[in-house]
């Protein structure tokens, strides 16, 4: 004889399978969307931002300051905002690449950086950069502001391509490769 309950749990454990499936595909595609950056985060993919002649870093602190990429933090709206006034723009290109949770921590140092020997819990509000931009300074790229907190290890110029003059490593929630030719700006030089 057959337990009708040993059909029902059977059942119910293959639902519960489905939906856990259907939940995970979900998850990955959310995560592979390449304008999805998290609360707080200005991540723009090219089309968000077309480049018509004008500078981008103007027409990134312009959409910023009008609410377009909704809520931004004060401190960023404050130099989106400084951007706007001093009519800064986009200074070279750079190599950037991504460090964070996804890597093992002593491939980076681990969670934690030591500017001005504090500790500050790395996220992503910070960057490495090569050892020519001081520590303190605040760099942008079209995947947003990072204020310098770590210099040097395999961040250096000497790992660039010809054109590019900076060489800058931002904190992500998730690897998204290395960027050769990046527009960017360094907006304060230090602390």
């Not at 969307?33 to 089309?47: I, V």
């Not at 030591?114 to 950069?129: F, I």
Request: proline share 7%.
């Amino acid at each position: 004889m057959h337990d009708p309950c040993f059909r029902l749990h059977w059942v119910d454990k293959l639902d519960l399978a489905v939906l856990a499936l259907v939940v995970l595909v979900a998850l990955l595609l959310h995560c592979d969307r390449p304008a999805y950056a998290g609360p707080g985060l200005t991540l723009l993919a090219a089309e968000d931002v077309p480049y018509n002649g004008h500078d981008l870093l103007q027409i990134v602190a312009h959409k910023a300051v009008a609410g377009k990429y909704g809520k931004v933090p004060r401190w960023k709206l404050d130099w989106y905002k400084r951007v706007i006034d001093r009519g800064l723009t986009v200074q070279g290109r750079c190599k950037l690449t991504y460090f964070g949770p996804f890597d093992p921590p002593r491939m980076y140092g681990g969670p934690w950086a030591y500017p001005n020997r504090h500790r500050v819990r790395l996220g992503p509000d910070h960057a490495a950069a090569n050892r020519e931009v001081p520590t303190g300074s605040i760099v942008w790229t079209r995947y947003g502001l990072r204020v310098v907190v770590d210099r040097g290890g395999a961040v250096t110029l000497a790992n660039t391509q010809p054109g590019e003059s900076a060489n800058l490593d931002f904190w992500w929630h998730h690897d998204l490769g290395t960027h050769h030719q990046e527009p960017y700006a360094l907006l304060r030089r230090g602390w």
